[in-house]
């Protein structure tokens, strides 16, 4: 169930909003004073913010600064102003719609179903990015951390996993021996960095289908490897 903060110091707007949200399917959390109302979205979650800004003790416009600093969260303003230059200000804080009072409740659960839709959209997407690398035959699943070669899964050791990964989501660079030393195994490269060759022959072991003629990591004489997109 979605979690809604509504900080509205009206209380009976302030409730109409929260019988029509919670007759919707959501989970409301009310708070009518400013910093009570800031202190509370800060220290819990919540999908999105519904947020006045004309509140006794912080505005909204402080309000709003303060959850954008380290949220990314939607946050739905509300105020009777109606001049552009108030909704310029409320969007450039961060906020990610602006509805002007009077309003009908059921305009307000229309708005916050469609910006918590496109926030789940975009979070989605993003994690799909972030949780799975795909280059040709290659698929890496990081929230599993499992991969798939041409269709078939490889088991990977610790380190030639986090070596292939480091490769794949940095195809087309250079790395010499030391710096992917330095990278993967979190060590300065005076040390034995022969176990950097190991491992990349074994990873080719099992992602090439010829080692002699490798289409994936490729050495680069004198310099390092290099992931081939």
């Known amino acids: 169930m979605s979690r809604v903060l509504i900080i509205e110091d009206e209380e009976a707007i302030a409730e109409l909003e929260k019988d029509y949200l919670e007759l919707s399917g959501f989970e409301v959390v009310v708070e009518n004073e400013g ?64 509805i002007t009072k009077p309003f009908s409740p059921s305009e307000l659960v229309a708005r916050v179903k469609a910006h918590l839709s496109r926030y789940e959209r975009l979070v989605g997407s993003a994690k799909d990015m972030n949780d799975v690398v795909e280059i040709r035959d290659i698929k890496i699943d990081k929230s599993a951390r499992r991969i798939w070669v041409r269709g078939e899964e490889k088991a990977f050791t610790t380190k030639e996993y986090e070596l292939l990964v480091f490769l794949a989501e940095n195809p087309n660079k250079v ?11 979190d060590m300065d490269s005076v ?16 992602i090439e289908l010829d080692n002699t003629k490798p289409q994936y990591i490729e050495t680069i004489w004198g310099v390092g490897y290099r992931f081939k997109l």
């Not at 416009?61 to 310029?88: F, G």
């Not at 790395?175 to 195994?185: D, G, N, R, T």
């Not at 040390?191 to 099992?206: C, L, N, Y």
């Open 35 to 98: 910093v009570k109302g800031c202190q509370v979205a800060l220290e819990e979650d919540f999908d999105i913010y519904v947020l006045d800004l004309m509140l006794p003790g912080m505005d909204g416009y402080d309000i709003c600064k303060k959850i954008r600093e380290v949220k990314n969260t939607p946050i739905l303003m509300v105020s009777a102003k109606k001049d552009d230059i108030d909704k310029i200000r409320g969007l450039g804080l961060g906020a990610d719609d602006y």
């Open 191 to 206: 040390g034995d960095i022969a176990t950097v060759t190991v491992h990349i022959k074994k990873i080719r072991e099992k």
């Open 175 to 185: 790395y010499s021996k030391q710096e992917l030393f330095q990278e993967i195994w």
